[in-house]
C-alpha cells in the first residue's frame, strides 16, 4: 500500500507569469514498510517535494496523497503526528537541552511525559546522543543533527521524511542509522523517505527515485535501476540519465524557440520505471485518531501538552539568554533610573555673575556686622539692600560669581562662563528706599534704579526659564522680608494677582511627574516591540516556527502561546517598573496602583503584537528595527508627551488623539495625579484605546500569520 503517491506533482516558485519550475509532472510513489532514496543535486527540487509531502507548501499542479489524506486536511494528521519530519537545517531552540528539546516535540505530539522518558532512553542509545542536561548550542554539528532526527522519531509516525540526515555524520553513526531503519521498515509499517547526497549509502534504501531538474527520471529498486542502465553503480546510471535529460531539454528549446513565453505547459519526461510496487489499495483510509492521554487534552484553544510544551520553550528561549533577562528585567529599571535622575530635576551647578554698584568689596556682603536694614526716627534706612538679595540669591542653582563692574560681568556672559548676571545700580537701595516710601510719586530714576536687571543666555530655554523663576521667587521673597521688617504693607511689593491652591496636583509640579507615565508606557511597549520581533524573526529563521507547524500546531495555536507567555511577561514587568518607581524614585499615585498596572500591561501586550506585526511582515532583524525605530520617534513625538498637545496644529490634535499613546498617557496622569478611577470616563477612554490598537494588530497578524502558513 502506498505511503506516499504524487501525480502529475506541478509546483514553481514566483509569480504565473514568470515562473521558475521546481517541479515538473512529477510522479512518486512510496510504499508503507519502505525506504525511499531520494537522490538528485543540488537544487533539484528534492526539498521542495518533501515540504509538499508534508503539507508545508501546496503543489500548483497535481496531487498528493500521504498516507491515504491530502495533506492538510483537517484532523489528518497530516502535518501532524503521524508523520516525522527532519529538515536539512537543525530547526532546534540552542538554549534548551536535549532533554527538554525531546519533550517539547513529544508533548506537542501527544505524547504522555512517561512515552517521551521511554522513548528518550531508546533513542539516546541509538543515536548516541548527548547527555540530558546538555544545551543544544554546546552540542557538535554531528549531536545536533541526531537529536534533529531524534525528535522526528520521538513519536513513532507512521510516515519518517529525513532530508539529508547523514550530513556531518560519522561512517559509523550514518551505518547505524541506516541500519536502524532498514531494520524498522522491515518490521513495521513505517515509511521512510530519506534524500542524501551520499549515493552509494542509498543502495540499502527499498526503491530509489532519481531526481533532476524537478522531474523523477526513475524509481526502482537499486539493483532494478543498475541492471536497467547496464551500470556497476546508481552514481552511473543516474549520469547516463542525465545526459538524456540533457538532450531532450536541449530538444525542448529548439523547439519552442521563438514561442511566446507563457506559462510553461508542463512536458513532463517519462519516468523509466513508474509504479513497480504492487497496485495501492483503493480502501478508503481509516480516520486518524490523536492520541487521548494527559497531554493531549484539550484546554482552551490547543491541548494541555502543547501549551506546556510551547510555554516552557518560550520562557527557555527568554531566560537562557542573559540578554533576554537584562531586556525584559533590567532594561526597565535602567530606563526608569535614567528617566527619574535625568529629567525633570532643576538644573544645578551654574554660574550667574554678580555686579552691584553699591559695594566695593563683596565680603562685606557677608559680613555679620552688616545691617541692611535699620531704623530712623521710626522710619526705614536701607544699606546695600542688593547685600540682602545676593545673600537670599544662594548658590543652589547657580553659584554666584562677582565682578568689578557691568562690563566685565557682560563679557563673561559672552564667552559663555556664566549663564547671565545680575546687576544693582550705585544707588540700588536709596531707590528701592524712595519707591517704599513714594510708591507712586517716586521719580522715574528712583523706579529705575531700584530694579534689579538681568541678563539670561536664553539659547538653552530651560536653563533660561529655570533663572528666570530662581531670580523672581527670591526677589519677591526679598521684598516680603524688607517689607516685613519696615512694617509696610506686603500687598504694596505683590503682584495683584493671587494663585490659590491648585484644583489638582501642586504648584511646584516638576515636568518629570508629567512626562513621567508617558515615557512609562512607550518604554514598556517599545521594549515589548524588539522583544517579540526579535523572538518572532529567530524561531522563524532558525526554522523552529515550520518544524512546529509541520508537528501539527497551528499558526493561531502557537501566537496564542507567545501571547500567553508574554502576558505573564509583561505583567510582571508592569508590576516591577510600578513597584521600583515607587519605592526608589518616592513618587506617589492618588488614585489605585491595580488600575495602573492594568493599564501598563495592556500597553506591554498592545506592544508585543505590534512587535509580532512587524515580524510577520518583515524578513530579516535589520528591517524590523528599521520599522520598529521608524515608529518610535512619531509616536513619542506626537503623544504629547515632550510638548502640549494644545500647540499643535488642529488637524493633528485629531490625528494625534487615535495614537497608541496619547489618550492612554493622559487616562494614566488622570489616575496618578488627580486620582479618578477606572469607571471614569477620561480614565476608561484610554484602556479603549490601547486595547482597539491591540485588536487591530492581533487581527493584521492572524490574518499575516495565516496566509503565510
Ligand atoms: N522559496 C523559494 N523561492 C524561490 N525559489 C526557491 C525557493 N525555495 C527553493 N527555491 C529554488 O528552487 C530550486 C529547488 O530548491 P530545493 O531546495 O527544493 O532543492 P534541493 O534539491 O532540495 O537542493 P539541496 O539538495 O541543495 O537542498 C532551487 O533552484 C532553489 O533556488
Redesign the pocket.
Known amino acids: 500500500m502506498a505511503a506516499v503517491e504524487v501525480r502529475n506533482g506541478y509546483k514553481y ?2 509569480s504565473k507569469k514568470n515562473p ?1 519550475i ?1 517541479l515538473n509532472q512529477l510522479n512518486m510513489n512510496v510504499m508503507r514498510g519502505s525506504i525511499y532514496g531520494l537522490l ?12 509538499c509531502i508534508v503539507g508545508q507548501r501546496n503543489l500548483n499542479g497535481g496531487e498528493v496523497t500521504v498516507l491515504g489524506v491530502k495533506p492538510g486536511q483537517p484532523g489528518s494528521g497530516v502535518p501532524g503526528s503521524r508523520v516525522g519530519f527532519m529538515p ?1 537545517e537543525i530547526a532546534l531552540v540552542e538554549e534548551m537541552t536535549v532533554k527538554e528539546t525531546l519533550f517539547y516535540f513529544g508533548r506537542i505530539y501527544g505524547l504522555t511525559d512517561d512515552r517521551i522518558r521511554e522513548k528518550f532512553k531508546i533513542l539516546k542509545d541509538l543515536l548516541q546522543l548527548p547527555s540530558a542536561g546538555q544545551m543544544i548550542k554546546q552540542c557538535s554539528g554531528g549531536q545536533q543533527r541526531r537529536l534533529s532526527f531524534a525528535c522526528a522519531m520521538i513519536h513513532d509516525p507512521e510516515l519518517l521524511i529525513l ?2 540526515p547523514t550530513v556531518g555524520l560519522d561512517p559509523m553513526l550514518r551505518e547505524k542509522i541506516w541500519d536502524f531503519l532498514v531494520e524498522t521498515t522491515r518490521n513495521s509499517k513505517l515509511a521512510v523517505i530519506i ?1 542524501t ?1 551520499y549515493i552509494e549509502e542509498a543502495k540499502q534504501a527499498n526503491y530509489i527515485g532519481l ?1 533532476r531538474n ?1 522531474v523523477l527520471l526513475a524509481e526502482d529498486t537499486p539493483t532494478n535501476i543498475m541492471i536497467k542502465f547496464g551500470t556497476q553503480s546508481i552514481e552511473d546510471a543516474f549520469l547516463i540519465l542525465s545526459q538524456r535529460q540533457g538532450n531532450e531539454d536541449q530538444l525542448n528549446q529548439i523547439m519552442s524557440h521563438g514561442k511566446s513565453q507563457t506559462l510553461p505547459a508542463a512536458a513532463p519526461l517519462p519516468t523509466e520505471v513508474i509504479d513497480v510496487h504492487e497496485p495501492t489499495a483503493e480502501k478508503p483510509p481509516l480516520p486518524y485518531v490523536e492520541p487521548q492521554n494527559d497531554n493531549g487534552k484539550k484546554i482552551f484553544f490547543t491541548t494541555k501538552g502543547r501549551l506546556k510544551a510551547m510555554m516552557t520553550k518560550n520562557f527557555v528561549q527568554l531566560f537562557r539568554q542573559p540578554s533576554g533577562i537584562i531586556f525584559m528585567m533590567l532594561f526597565p529599571i535602567i530606563q526608569l533610573s535614567c528617566f527619574y535622575m535625568a529629567i525633570g530635576k532643576t538644573p544645578k551647578n551654574l554660574e550667574l555673575g554678580v555686579y552691584s554698584g553699591e559695594v566695593s568689596s563683596y565680603a562685606e556682603c557677608f559680613d555679620e556686622s552688616l545691617q541692611t536694614i535699620y531704623t530712623v526716627n521710626d522710619t526705614c534706612r536701607f544699606n546695600k539692600l542688593s547685600c540682602r538679595y545676593i545673600q537670599a540669591l544662594g548658590d543652589d542653582i547657580a553659584t554666584r560669581k562677582y565682578y568689578p563692574s557691568e562690563e566685565a560681568a557682560y563679557a563673561d556672559a559672552r564667552k559663555a562662563n556664566t549663564v547671565g548676571y545680575i546687576y544693582f545700580s550705585h544707588n540700588f537701595s536709596a531707590s528701592v528706599y524712595e519707591y517704599i516710601e513714594d510708591s507712586i510719586y517716586a521719580s522715574d530714576g528712583a523706579i529705575d534704579n531700584s530694579e534689579i536687571v538681568v541678563h539670561i543666555d536664553m539659547t538653552d530655554q530651560q536653563v533660561g526659564y529655570f533663572m528666570q523663576r530662581k531670580l523672581r521667587d527670591t526677589f519677591s521673597t526679598f521684598m516680603n522680608t524688607v517689607v516685613r521688617e519696615c512694617n509696610v504693607s506686603a500687598a504694596l511689593v505683590k503682584l495683584p494677582v493671587q494663585f490659590q491652591d491648585p484644583i489638582y496636583g501642586s504648584t511646584d509640579i516638576e515636568f518629570q511627574q508629567y512626562c513621567a507615565p508617558g515615557v512609562v508606557m512607550t518604554m514598556v511597549f517599545f521594549l515589548a516591540t524588539l522583544m517579540t520581533a526579535a523572538v518572532f524573526i529567530s524561531e522563524r529563521m532558525d526554522g523552529i516556527w515550520d518544524r512546529t507547524l509541520l508537528a501539527g500546531v497551528s499558526a493561531t495555536e502557537m501566537l496564542w502561546g507567545h501571547l500567553l507567555t508574554q502576558l505573564i511577561i509583561m505583567a510582571l514587568q508592569s508590576f516591577e517598573v510600578i513597584v521600583y518607581i515607587g519605592i526608589v524614585f518616592d513618587t506617589y499615585n492618588n488614585g489605585d496602583t491595580t488600575t495602573l498596572i492594568g493599564l501598563l500591561t495592556l500597553t506591554a501586550f498592545c506592544g508585543m503584537l505590534f512587535g509580532l506585526f512587524i515580524s510577520v511582515f518583515c524578513k530579516s532583524h535589520t528591517e524590523a528595527n528599521f520599522v520598529a525605530t521608524g515608529a518610535f520617534y512619531p509616536m513619542i513625538i506626537l503623544c504629547g508627551l515632550l510638548w502640549p498637545l494644545e500647540s499643535m496644529p488642529a488637524f493633528l490634535q485629531d490625528l494625534v488623539m487615535v495614537l497608541p499613546f496619547t489618550i492612554p498617557s493622559i487616562s494614566a496622569r488622570n489616575v496618578i495625579e488627580k486620582g479618578w478611577s477606572i469607571t471614569h470616563e477620561k480614565v476608561y477612554n484610554g484602556f479603549l484605546v490601547m486595547a482597539g490598537w491591540t485588536i487591530i494588530f492581533f487581527v493584521l497578524c492572524l490574518m499575516g500569520i495565516r496566509r503565510k502558513a
Do not use: F, N, R, W
Open positions: 516558485y514566483g521558475k521546481v538528485g543535486a543540488s537544487g533539484c527540487g528534492k526539498t521542495t517535494l518533501l515540504s536539512q532530508d539529508e534524500t547526497h531526481m524537478g
